[in-house]
């Protein structure tokens, strides 16, 4: 009789273990939805990224102001003569557009730059041409002209200049960008030349400066609250608030990697691309990164699960089928599709409100039905619930995501451990 009661327990334990493999096994299936899942959201965010394309092309791209220089025709390269002093400043005024379903943050911004042009003593070494100071004309580099929302005026010793297209021009640094005549002669003969430029430009999330002045100092204002600071150099004032922020640099010819006469032998875009300053109104996170960071935690979701059902099934000696488990593996699954839908129309963390509570209800309702037992179902509904807790507290903490995440685990490891041999007593 007692061998026959060993054997029995036996046979259980043996149907336990073979149980337990098979959960671990769905638990590795579940694995190839959640890369589908992901997959999802990668099309959605390139869904995204081309309405924003679509928008640029009437309102702007991001803008890149590279100049002023004095473009020279010399006997054998073309030499860019940069400012002695640069002083840029300007009020970003953003606003919200939608286009679909997607909402994207774009801006006005009056761009003010003014400055001295000086001729230094190398200019005349550098073997300028007979037609040098007739065909000499200043530059302006624009990121994209279609965000100009009004005329450009440049001025030079006050005397308005006519403004014309980069591209009409073929010594034109690049084709993206303002020109106007230059009187390069009186620079020679040791005039200082001022000049003020005037830019109404729009654009969408970026406006990014290269610091050509042999000193320039960049001052920017905005309504943004919460801007992201970029490029080569950060501002040596900033703050920011709720209202905005107001941000300055300050940047010398010796912080750069170029000098203030510069040859066409070198590339001007990789010239100023490696010494541009700028920010960033665009969202740090937007809902399609929390949600691929959220979708990352769903394989923990999915074992912590099935290891508290499994346990409850254990302790109350109740079948849980293997369908069963399928089936809540799918549910814990739909969530991020849930999650995914609700955020591109309401903010990440209702949406997460919202999909978390539609499936931990949807769960413990299912539990409820399954072990006849409403309160132990409750007990897993909260569980599941701090579960989701824990892990949306780890996408808020972002730099201590990593400690926070391995002492929950190991909470939750000690946890299980403390479980199973409190099992283990009451089956002795």
């Known amino acids: 009789m007692e061998e026959n009661t060993q054997k029995t327990a036996s046979n259980h334990n043996m149907l336990l273990g073979l149980k337990l493999l098979i959960i671990i096994g ?16 990668s099309e959605r965010q390139c869904t995204r990224n081309d309405a924003q394309r679509e928008l640029a092309k009437s309102w702007g791209m991001d803008q890149h102001i590279e100049g002023p220089a004095v473009v020279i025709p010399g006997k054998e390269k073309n030499l860019y003569l940069f400012p002695e002093s640069l002083d840029v400043t300007g009020d970003i005024q953003s606003q919200t557009l939608k286009r679909g379903i997607f909402e994207f943050s774009v801006y006005n911004a009056p761009i003010k730059l003014s400055g001295t042009f000086k001729c230094p003593k190398e200019l005349y070494k550098r073997g300028l041409s007979d037609n040098s100071c007739e065909k000499s004309f200043l530059f302006i580099g624009l990121g994209d002209l279609r965000g100009l929302s009004e005329n450009v005026t440049i001025k030079l010793n006050g005397v308005p200049c006519q403004v014309e297209p980069a591209s009409s021009f073929a010594e034109s640094p690049s084709n993206s960008g303002l020109v106007c005549s230059f009187d390069l002669s009186a620079l020679l003969n040791g005039d200082t030349i001022l000049f003020e430029i005037t830019l109404p430009i729009k654009g969408i999330d970026g406006l990014y400066f290269a610091p050509v002045g042999n000193s320039t100092s960049v ?182 995501a990593l400690l926070a995440g391995s002492l929950g685990l190991f909470v939750i490891l000690a946890a299980a451990m403390y479980a199973t041999v409190k099992i283990r007593r009451q089956r002795s």
């Not at 579940?30 to 890369?35: G, S, T, V």
């Not at 010398?252 to 691309?273: C, H, K, V």
């Open 219 to 400: 001052s920017l204002t905005s309504d943004w609250g919460d801007p992201s600071f970029q490029g080569n150099f950060l501002p040596t004032q900033r703050e920011v608030n709720d209202n905005g922020f107001k941000a300055v640099w300050k940047v010398m010819a010796l912080n750069r990697d170029y000098g203030q006469i510069a040859t066409n032998s070198y590339s001007w875009e990789s010239m100023m691309n490696g010494s541009e300053l700028g920010v960033n109104l665009c969202i740090p996170v937007d809902q399609y990164q929390q949600t691929t960071r959220t979708v990352k935690y769903a394989i923990l979701i999915i074992i912590l699960t099935f290891a508290v059902v499994f346990f409850v099934e254990v302790r109350r000696k109740t079948n849980v089928h293997i369908v069963q488990y399928i089936l809540i593996g799918i549910a814990l699954l739909l969530f991020y599709t849930l999650l995914l839908s609700f955020s591109e129309h309401l903010l990440f963390v209702i949406s997460y409100a919202i999909a978390a509570l539609m499936t931990i209800g949807l769960i413990t309702v299912f539990m409820a039905a399954i072990l006849k037992d409403k309160k132990t179902a409750l007990v897993v509904g909260g569980l599941l619930t701090l579960l989701y807790i824990f892990i949306f507290v780890l996408l808020q903490l972002e730099s201590y």
């Open 26 to 41: 769905i638990s590795v299936l579940l694995l190839i939805p959640q890369f589908l899942i992901m997959n999802l959201i």
